[in-house]
């Protein structure tokens, strides 16, 4: 499934536009067979303007439940599906310990310290500086009107990424955009807030690579405040 969703994720724009020409095409068809109709004056005539009328709205309403189909999939059940299929988290510990190199011994008199990796308390663990982050907003920020969004998105093997917002404790995400572009300190755009509900959110950044495998999100917090009279 998930192949199929990434297929509808990256075309969704011709989809529409494809399946928008023949509904538009086909109501074109439904007007004038309906003009037809009213003003046939035999019953041949009236037939054969009616089965037009007809086959028009059967393809209207199958074009019109495939486009209702494609929005509710991209925007609501591709996004569910694959924080389902998501890899989990690394848990990271900060017990003391001895690190080993390969191929060094360590001699009797030195004295071997732990190696500690320190990630700010307020990031996911999915985030990894010069690979996947967020460059703007930084973590914490407050943020009143639109923001340029800047990132990090560094992977040989990238398939494409998007990045929404969820309220804090909600597990609903909102899509802002997506793109199949990586970079380093990458504007990807513009995010305006300004329609939302002051308080605290989540912003997050989601990979899907080559294989279809989604890797662990890059989420951090920021405060929507109201806009000022």
Do not use: H
């Amino acid at each position: 499934m998930a192949p199929f969703f990434t297929f509808l994720e990256n075309n969704e724009i011709v989809i529409y536009v494809l399946f928008g020409i023949v509904f538009l095409i086909y109501f074109q068809r439904f007007l004038s067979a309906l003009r037809e109709w009213r003003r046939a004056l035999y019953g041949l005539e009236k037939e054969t303007a009616m089965r037009t009328i007809t086959t028009s709205l059967v393809v209207l309403m199958v074009v019109g439940v495939i486009l209702i189909m494609e929005f509710s999939m991209v925007t609501y059940i591709a996004p569910s599906y694959q924080d389902v299929l998501a890899l989990p988290t690394a848990t990271l510990s900060f017990e003391g310990g001895q690190t080993e190199v390969p191929g060094t011994t360590p001699q009797p008199d030195e004295t071997v310290m732990p190696t500690v990796v320190t990630l700010s308390p307020l990031v996911s663990g999915g985030c990894e500086a010069g690979k996947l982050e967020w460059i703007s907003p930084e973590p914490g920020s407050e943020i009143r009107s639109s923001t340029e969004l800047i990132v990090t998105v560094n992977f040989e093997d990238l398939g494409f990424y998007k990045y929404e917002f969820s309220q804090s404790g909600s597990n609903k995400w909102t899509p802002i955009a997506a793109s199949d572009e990586g970079g380093i300190e990458k504007s990807v755009g513009f995010w305006n807030p300004s329609t939302e509900l002051p308080g605290d959110y989540l912003l997050r950044l989601v990979v899907i690579n080559l294989e279809s495998q989604t890797l662990p999100a890059c989420e951090i917090p920021v405060t929507i405040l109201a806009e000022e009279e």
